[in-house]
């Protein structure tokens, strides 16, 4: 079985400070991890993903995240924070083998302070 | 290349009629799911089609079906609605398999009063 916990429900950050997501997961096999954000009445955007390579992971807009299976850690990161960055942003798991099916966090909501 | 489509984008329909909502995944996907996102249950999986059959499905009553073309576009079918029902559906494509991350489609809103 799959599961996803994101530790906190709601972020606030300062413009131009750096962003941490936490979000730690539970697999049965070697898991495939993504980070989606989700903007306000929109669909939901691939931000980065994991997928056994390297476990430095970069994706766009300046976002990148560390897989860190001793820890079982998929933490979102950004330097610098923009306002554009406001949203809902979303950690999943999916286990490698079969099974076609995407398990979603409950969501981290981050709010960028002017 | 065009993304995920979705159609209709907004739907307002009374309880116990029935529903069917469609998604047309990016050229040349082969893979669709479909997932329902609500405030109290969050994103949940409802099913995935790959050539036609229906390779996995979620913990959903029966009312809630779907069916995927030879063209791979697919269709979710609600019966006898339900206000719980309503929800953001969301579609996803994948070219073959999904561990490389699924496109996502802006979703159908159904509204069931």
């Known amino acids: 079985a799959q599961s996803v916990t994101q530790l906190d429900s709601h972020v606030s950050v300062s413009e131009g400070t750096p962003v941490l997501l936490r979000c730690n997961y539970s697999s049965s096999y070697s898991p495939s991890l993504f980070w989606y954000v989700q903007h306000p009445n929109k669909g939901l955007q691939l931000l980065l993903k994991?997928?056994?390579?390297?476990?430095l992971v970069k994706g766009i807009n300046g976002f990148e995240a560390e897989f860190k299976k001793s820890e079982t850690s998929f933490h979102l990161t950004k330097p610098s924070a923009h306002m554009s960055d406001a949203a809902e942003y979303f950690c999943?798991?999916?286990?490698?083998?079969?099974?076609?099916?995407?398990?979603f966090g409950t969501g981290t909501r981050l709010t960028i302070i002017p | 290349k065009a993304g995920v489509t979705q159609t209709p984008r907004y739907l307002i329909k009374t309880r116990g009629q029935q529903v069917t909502l469609s998604c047309s995944p990016i050229s040349g996907h082969r893979s669709v799911s479909w997932y329902q996102q609500t405030p109290g249950q969050g994103l949940q999986f409802l099913f995935e089609y790959f050539s036609e059959t229906q390779r996995n499905k979620g913990n959903f009553p029966g009312r809630f079906s779907g069916r995927q073309f030879s063209n791979s576009r697919s269709e979710m079918n609600v019966s006898t609605l339900e206000l719980g029902d309503s929800a953001l559906y969301l579609c996803?494509?994948?070219?073959?398999?999904?561990?490389?991350?699924?496109?996502f489609g802006s979703g159908t809103r159904l509204t069931v009063v």
């Open positions: 996803a494509s994948s070219p073959v398999e999904g561990y490389y991350g699924y496109t």
């Open positions: 999943v798991v999916m286990d490698r083998f079969g099974n076609e099916k995407l398990t």
């Open positions: 994991y997928t056994s390579a390297a476990t």
